[in-house]
């Protein structure tokens, strides 16, 4: 069964430290993404990427950058977590181009991270 | 550019009832259609889409969606639902061509009850 993976389920951290969310895809996918969902907002684009060490900016990236070295794992990086980044994060993935993108995307089942 | 509209927030309705999540869509160039659902606590799973072909098309749990390209509508519909529907859907567009981004929706809470 095809999977994206994210390391933790429950996260809690503290103001200013710097915060990790891996996340791991199996299915050989060219794009991955970075959400964060809140309550009346939907999904909010953080980050994404089309191919390795290739990243490209979303709608909301003030306060996090990311990291592909390698095809499967794209993480997410909190440079200086604070409390306005209490979310819910969905990393995702999807085929590149053409009718592959007619596949959808595959999501992980999420991260909560806490920023306290 | 695309943008999705999903008409309602919340639509509650008691167990057996039909129902009807109502999605609209606009773009300039032709894009895929999707329903995603997302139960409590985890991420969203693909309910169904519409790539071409026959406007009507039918996904998992016994959910449908017809595409209306006049009205630039994908509305989701299931006959009788259950309380384990209870869930977020989210509509989403993402273009056929030039570009990799899917859009969604800002998403219907369905919530059945008993």
């Known amino acids: 069964d095809v999977k994206v993976t994210q390391s933790s389920r429950y996260l809690v951290k503290r103001t200013g430290e710097k915060v990790f969310l891996e996340c791991v895809q199996d299915?050989?996918?060219?794009?991955m993404f970075w959400y964060r969902q809140d309550p009346g907002l939907g999904l909010r684009l953080i980050y994404f990427?089309?191919?390795?060490?290739?990243?490209e900016k979303g709608d909301i990236p003030e306060g996090y950058s990311v990291s592909r070295e390698k095809k499967e794992r794209f993480s997410l990086i909190l440079e200086s977590a604070s409390t306005n980044q209490t979310s819910m994060y969905l990393c995702a993935s999807s085929q590149g181009t053409g009718r592959g993108r007619g596949y959808g995307y595959t999501f992980g089942s999420g991260t909560r991270l806490t920023v306290v | 550019a695309q943008s999705v509209t999903q008409l309602d927030s919340q639509v509650p309705v008691f167990e057996e009832a039909p129902v009807e999540l109502r999605c609209n869509y606009s773009s300039s160039v032709s894009v895929y259609l999707f329903w995603y659902v997302q139960y409590p606590n985890q991420g969203l799973q693909l309910l169904l889409k519409?790539?071409?072909?026959?406007?009507l098309v039918k996904g998992i749990n016994g959910f449908e969606a017809e595409f209306n390209k006049s009205q630039t509508s994908f509305h989701l519909r299931k006959p009788s639902v259950h309380i384990s529907d209870t869930a977020e859907y989210f509509c989403a567009v993402s273009p056929v061509t030039g570009g990799f981004k899917t859009i969604f929706g800002a998403g219907t809470r369905l919530f059945v009850k008993a």
């Open positions: 990427s089309y191919d390795v060490k290739m990243k």
């Open positions: 299915m050989d996918h060219e794009n």
């Open positions: 519409y790539l071409s072909g026959s406007t």
